[in-house]
């Protein structure tokens, strides 16, 4: 997963992209803010995120992402990290 993103609409790196893997299934993918709120989550890996909630642009700061899903080895696997937004 890249741990940065800006965006600014320069047309460069705007969207958060969660890196996409081949096979998976039963994926729920949600990025929080500092509080623990769930601002953006999808079960679609080709939805990225724009860096909005509800609309309204997110300020810059440290957001928090979790990913679960079942591989090709039908194992459940549960990931989580941060990533910087930066306009």
Request: glycine letters at 4%; a negative charge; charged letters at 25%.
């Amino acid at each position: 997963m890249p741990n940065v993103f800006s965006p600014n609409n320069d047309d460069s790196n705007d969207l958060f992209v969660p890196v996409k893997y081949k096979n998976l299934k039963n994926v729920k993918f949600n990025i929080m803010n500092h509080w623990g709120n769930i601002i953006f989550e999808t079960d679609e890996l080709s939805i990225d995120w724009d860096g909005k909630f509800k609309d309204i642009e997110c300020d810059d700061g440290v957001y928090f992402w979790n990913i679960q899903y079942t591989n090709h080895q039908s194992k459940d696997v549960n990931k989580h990290g941060h990533l910087t937004l930066i306009r």
